[in-house]
Each structure stands twice: as C-alpha cells, then as structure tokens.
C-alpha cells in the first residue's frame, strides 16, 4: 500500500501545546505508512526546524495579519490542488478555517479537525479569534470528523455551537523516557540556579499569557513565603525572562525579586521539571488536556492544578485541584504538598508516573492517530 500523504495545518509553529503535539506526532507517526506535510500559516517558528529534522516539509505562508487571511485561503488551495494529498488535519482556529476553506476549493477531502482548548476568554484575545470561532461553528459540519484532547474541549464547543458529525477525544502523548525522574538533572538544575537540594523549589512552566494567569501564582507565592522562608520560585516560558521589564516590575510588587527565577523560554523543560519540587498550572480558562501536567508526572514531579479544562482528569488523584484565580487556596495547596513526608511523596509521585506510562505514551498516541487516518480515508475511498 502507498503512504498516506497528510497534510497538517496549523496556525503557528511557536513552542506552544498544539505545535509541540504536532511536532511529537511527526516524529512518531510510522514514515513507511504516513507521508506527512505541514503547511504553516505564519512562518517556521520555534518548531520548523524540529519537524523538518522528522522527515516533514514544512511550508510557512508567512501571514502577518488577519488581512492575509483570503491570501493564505487562495495559496493554501493552489496547494493542495497540486499535491491532492488523501487527509487535511487542521490545527487551532486559524488553521481550521483556512484549512477547510481551502480544502473546498480545491476539492480536496476528507479535512479533520483538531481543537486543543475549552473556554476561552475572548476578550483577551484579537477580535477576529471570537469572529473565527463563531464561523467555524456554522463550518463544523464539513469536517468528517473533529478531534479534541479534552472532554471539557469538546464540551464547551459543542455549546458554542459546533456540530460535528463525529467527535473523538484523543488525548496528548507524552515521551516518558525524555520526561522521567533523573537525580543528576536535578542537582545540575538546581546549581545553575544557585538553588540547594533542600530548598523548596516551586515552578510554572507556561508562555506569558492571561489564560495561564501568573498573576495568581505570584501572589500565591507571596503568601507562601511568609510561612516558607527559604521557599523559591521558577517562571519559564516566553516572555517570563529578566528583560521584560513589565513583568519583572510586577514580580517586585508581590516582594519576588529575591525569590523568583525567571528562565524565560527553556528547550531543556525535562530538567526544568525534574528539578522542581511543585510544578503549578494556574491557568484562568481555556486549557483543554495540559501538556505541562503529563509532563510533570512522568518526571516524577509533584503537581497542582487548577480545575480548567481536564486538568482533574489528568491529574486524578496524583495531584492537588484548587479552583482558577484562587491563590490562598493554590498557596494552602503547595503548602499540603511540601509538609508530605519522603515515604508520601514517593508513593504519589511513583503513581503519578505510572498513570501517565500507562495511559498517555506517546507511541500510543501515535498509534490512535494513525488509526483514525487509515479509518478516515478508507471510509473515503469506498464512499468514492
């Protein structure tokens, strides 16, 4: 049998949760079977370079603006007219529109979707983010099926209005070997930050963005270092590096500077997870199935979440859910964690790590993903 040649769409190539599961796919996916292409609405990003060393073409349309949107729709049509690939996979809002757009004037079927987010907060975002969404509601119905990472993903949109003829919940796949326990990761983690072993160390891994609400943890943290006085923090992710001086301003209202690392964007998050004690997820809203969390398990890290999108669901009971924008109750949750004996906090984080082995690998998902594929055309090709 000939290679399956799939196309992804996505909307950007940045190191967030929908790209990175898209560069894992690509690595793990079986070349022999599967002749994967990404089509990239902004350029290459972070990940292009990763997804091409996987065997992938990638093709950035280089869109600045939303007014590049019909441009994107006419280039990415033109596209798949020439290549006639047999599967169109979108990624994120963007993607899905321009992608099915495209899709249908060029004649090409069938398009899956894929919505990796739950409850956004509009409001912070672009106008033309909520105007997408809204359109791709009326749209639903053209996908031959839309897949989610998350119960609570496919909920919400349900409720904004989307129809799909078939949903399948497929959630992230983690690489427990990258991401497990490791005792020189983190005595090496810990050096560079000039932290000890016996320091509590607290983390949140997460770009700057008013969906992961870093308001919270630092006033969270605040709180905690009243009652932890050699308690330390660490913030990584774009745009939570020592230049951004509005974010460092905000760091010392809380009374932070001195307890506070700002690592910004790390390609090492495997020993940034190994070398915490506490790795956090705040987040306000929008969070569908988060990467952070499986990652954090694997690595052998104690967590706490907040209750947004399936983090209760991942984290079952491996891990502390406080509600969104609550920080005494995310501070009283560290604080339980911390007080854990050796003999506890061995048990939960052994179990955590097994939860996330059993259920969440990522050659696993890989296997459901190529499934879904083979199924799709398949049914395709015989409806034909």
């Keep these: 049998m000939l290679a399956l040649d799939v196309f992804h769409v996505i909307t950007g190539l940045r190191t967030g949760g929908a790209e990175t599961m898209l560069a894992k796919l690509i690595e793990v996916m079986d070349r022999e079977r599967f002749h994967q292409t990404v089509v990239v609405l902004q350029d290459k990003g972070a990940l292009g370079s990763r997804i091409e060393q996987a065997g992938a073409e990638v093709i950035p349309l280089n869109m600045k603006s939303p007014l590049d949107l019909p441009r994107a729709v006419y280039q990415l049509s033109s596209i798949l007219k020439q290549r006639r690939p047999h599967l169109v996979q979108t990624w994120l809002y963007h993607a899905d529109f321009v992608g099915t757009l495209a899709a249908r004037l060029a004649g090409v079927s069938p398009v899956l979707w894929n919505v990796r987010c739950s409850n956004m907060n509009f ?37 904004l209005g989307y129809r799909a003829r078939e949903w399948r919940i497929v959630p992230n796949g983690f690489d427990v070997e990258r991401f497990r326990p490791a005792a020189d990761r983190v005595e090496k983690f810990r050096a560079g930050l000039g932290v000890a072993l016996h320091t509590p160390l607290i983390g949140l891994p997460g770009r700057l963005d008013p969906m992961k609400d870093h308001d919270t943890f630092l006033e969270a943290a605040s709180l905690l270092k009243r009652e932890i006085g050699d308690v330390r923090f660490v ?40 070398g915490l004690d506490i790795v956090t ?60 004996g ?35 055309v398949q049914a395709e090709q015989m409806a034909a």
């Excluded at 924008?325 to 560290?334: F, N, S, V």
């Excluded at 998902?365 to 799709?376: A, E, K, P």
């Design 235 to 274: 913030l990584a992710g774009k745009g939570v590096h020592p230049d951004n001086a509005e974010f460092v301003a905000r760091v010392r209202r809380w009374g932070l500077t001195d307890r506070v690392h700002l690592l910004g964007e790390r390609g090492d998050m495997e020993a940034v997870m190994a």
């Design 123 to 159: 409001r912070d975002y672009a106008p033309t983010t909520r105007l997408i969404c809204a359109a791709l509601a009326r749209l639903s119905s053209i996908p031959r099926l839309v897949i989610s990472n998350s119960h609570s993903g496919r909920d919400v949109h349900q409720q």
């Design 281 to 340: 997820l705040c987040s306000a809203y929008g969070e569908g199935f988060p990467n952070v969390l499986g990652e954090a398990l694997s690595c052998g890290a104690l967590c706490v979440a907040t209750d947004v999108g399936d983090s209760a669901r991942v984290l079952g009971p491996h891990g502390r859910i406080v509600p969104p924008r609550e920080p005494t109750a995310l501070a009283e949750a560290w604080r339980d964690l911390l007080a854990l």
């Design 342 to 376: 050796p003999d506890q906090r061995l048990a939960l984080t052994t179990a955590g790590r097994r939860y996330v082995v059993e259920n969440y690998s990522l050659p696993a998902i890989g296997r459901i993903y190529q499934d879904i594929y083979l199924s799709v």
